[in-house]
Each structure stands twice: as structure tokens, then as C-alpha cells.
């Protein structure tokens, strides 16, 4: 089994997707959030908002890459849009 997940960071108001061999994304959570992912370290810390099982690493692969593309970021932003705060202009 393996699994995609969706990060999001209040910090940094964005969102990361990963995959991972094992099916358990709170254990890359837990590596995200120490600082042993070079591409996640700024944005801590981390809160696991989404995550789905895969029967292989390759499956959970394709789904990764496919929700880092601009349909599958536009999902991401609908479904989960509400995590980020609204930015109010003045004026």
C-alpha cells in the first residue's frame, strides 16, 4: 500500500502534495514538520488536511503528479480552498 497526501501551511498559506511508500502519511507529517524535507522546512509547521490510499507506490504517483498539474491544483484549491485566510486589500 502507499498513499498521496495534501499539507497545508498557515504560515506560508500554501499547500504541498506528496506521496509516500507507506500508507500512514502522519509519519511523513512528522517528517515534514522536523525539518527532514528540504522543500517543506519554511512553511512549518504543517497540518495534514488530505490523504488517499493507493494500492501500489506507482498509482499514488501518478495521482502526486497529476494534483501538481493545473487541473489537478485547481481541485486542490476547491476542495480545500477554505483552509486559506482571506486577504483583505485597503482602500
Not at 500500500?1 to 504541498?16: D, G, N, R, T
Request: proline share 1%; glycine share 8%; charged share 30%.
Amino acid at each position: 500500500m502507499a498513499c498521496i497526501y495534501i499539507l497545508f501551511s498557515e504560515s506560508k498559506q500554501c499547500f504541498y502534495t506528496g506521496s509516500s511508500r507507506s500508507e500512514n502519511a502522519q509519519i511523513r507529517l512528522i517528517a515534514h514538520n522536523s525539518g527532514r524535507v528540504r522543500s517543506t522546512k519554511s512553511g512549518k509547521p504543517w497540518i495534514l488536511i488530505y490523504d488517499e490510499s493507493h494500492a501500489d507506490y506507482h498509482d499514488a504517483r501518478k495521482r502526486e503528479l497529476f494534483l501538481k498539474t493545473g487541473i489537478g491544483r485547481k481541485w486542490v484549491t476547491e476542495q480545500f480552498g477554505h483552509y486559506k485566510k482571506e486577504i483583505r486589500r485597503g482602500g
